[in-house]
């Protein structure tokens, strides 16, 4: 059996990331959705309310389950005995820090194949930062994260609007 995981902050999931997750599915027989709980980045959401909104995501994909973790990834992969580590390439500048983060992932653990996937031409353009900033000036995000992902952000972000989100430093 080939487990691989698919490790992210998802502060929201995005339908990128579910373009990613749903197609690595159909790649593995198992895929981990492994929710990281503290990125060098400002998050909107806890751990738990990323998690349980993932979870919600993909209730319905019986190969795919979410976890949470810390840590470095190459550990989580041998705890959970993932071989392979699932990432999603969305334009050109993602390339090249997917290649650092595979190089010293690879030097980390050789054992640990690194599999990047294209997203879908209509995602191009979606990162979560994107989703937080539309959403905290009280824009449609319907088009870029499920229902209950949207009422989510509408709850956190509730009276935000005069409030700026922080930038994150690190692409997500």
Same mark, same amino acid.
């Given at each position: 059996m080939v487990r691989a995981i698919f490790p992210g902050t998802f502060d929201p999931i995005h339908y990128g990331h579910i373009d990613i997750a749903v197609r690595a599915a159909r790649l593995f027989d198992e895929l981990v959705i492994a929710v990281y709980d503290k990125p060098l980045k400002s998050l909107l959401f806890l751990p738990k309310e990323r998690i349980a909104l993932v979870e919600q995501t993909f209730q319905d994909h019986p190969k !795919? %389950?979410? !976890?949470?973790?810390s840590g470095l990834t190459v550990n989580i992969c041998r705890q959970i005995e993932a071989q392979v580590i699932v990432r999603g390439l969305r334009v050109f500048s993602d390339f090249e820090f997917e290649f650092r983060m595979a190089l +010293?992932?690879? %030097?980390? +653990?050789?054992d640990i194949e690194i599999v990047a996937l294209i997203t879908d031409e209509e995602h191009t353009f979606l990162s979560s930062n994107t989703v937080r900033e539309i959403a905290s000036l009280d824009g449609d995000v319907s088009s870029m994260v499920p229902s209950h992902v949207e009422k989510a952000l509408k709850l956190k972000l509730g009276g935000m609007s005069d409030r700026q989100i922080p930038p994150n430093a690190l692409r997500d």
């Open positions: !795919i %389950r979410v !976890i949470g973790y +010293a992932n690879h %030097r980390l +653990a050789p």
